[in-house]
T-cell receptor, first 110, second 114 residues
Framework: QKEVEQNSGPLSVPEGAIASLNCTYS??????FFWYRQYSGKSPELIMF????GDKEDGRFTAQLNKASQYVSLLIRDSQPSDSATYLC??????????FGAGTQVVVTP | DGGITQSPKYLFRKEGQNVTLSCEQN?????MYWYRQDPGQGLRLIYY???????QKGDIAEGYSVSREKKESFPLTVTSAQKNPTAFYLC?????????????FGPGTRLTVT
């Protein structure tokens, strides 16, 4: 079992709709959770981090964390073509190591 | 203008040659990391360093070596012992001493070995 799991996609989202991305993790002792956006051929860019259960909003992005169920999600509201990218979920496990999921590809269609 | 720089952006080498990838940061971060990314896969940790003159192996250290002589610099050498060196290499840094665990990435070096 991988430490961090994500659906690979592609997730096709109409422009203006909400994109919903999910991530599950296996280490119950994980404390810090991150979402990175990676455009094709580019390096990952940090877009959100969340440490506590609940929701955290930043502009059109909302991260949701549920430690009891061991999942973290990312919502992208009013999706734009520029949101088309691969989104990587990353988790700091109980050993202090940052573990990455393989990423979910999002395609926003006009 | 703080950030992480990696050079070169593209690198081509013949099989059997060692090659060194540069990573420099001016963020004053203590920790630095090297990752490898293959098509359609997540990032895999090669080596990391939490302080100058100290570094630890990551999940896939075989065939790689690093040094950390200065806080700003963490070069990675891909040796001829690395069986499949062609990949996208990413350097990152973080400042865990300040309670900040997020990692910031450089632009990456795409290495092709033929």
């Amino acid at each position: 079992q991988k430490e961090v799991e994500q659906n690979s996609g592609p997730l096709s989202v109409p422009e203006g709709a909400i994109a919903s991305l999910n991530c599950t993790y296996s280490d119950r002792g994980s404390q810090s959770f991150f979402w990175y956006r990676q455009y094709s051929g580019k390096s990952p860019e940090l877009i959100m981090f969340i440490y506590s259960n609940g929701d955290k909003e930043d502009g059109r992005f909302t991260a949701q964390l549920n430690k009891a169920s061991q999942y973290v999600s990312l919502l992208i509201r009013d999706s734009q073509p520029s949101d088309s990218a691969t989104y990587l979920c990353a988790v700091i496990d109980s050993w202090g190591k940052l573990q990455f999921g393989a990423g979910t590809q999002v395609v926003v269609t006009p | 203008d703080g950030g992480i720089t990696q050079s070169p952006k593209y690198l081509f080498r013949k099989e059997g040659q060692n090659v060194t990838l540069s990573c420099e940061q001016n963020l004053n971060h203590d920790a630095m990391y090297w990752y490898r990314q293959d098509p359609g896969q997540g990032l895999r940790l090669i080596y990391y360093s939490q302080i100058v003159n100290d570094f630890q192996k990551g999940d896939i250290a075989e065939g790689y070596s690093v040094s950390r002589e200065k806080k700003e610099s963490f070069p990675l050498t891909v040796t001829s012992a690395q069986k499949n060196p062609t990949a996208f290499y990413l350097c990152a840094s973080s400042d865990p001493g300040q309670g900040s665990y997020e990692q910031y990435f450089g632009p990456g070096t795409r290495l092709t070995v033929t």
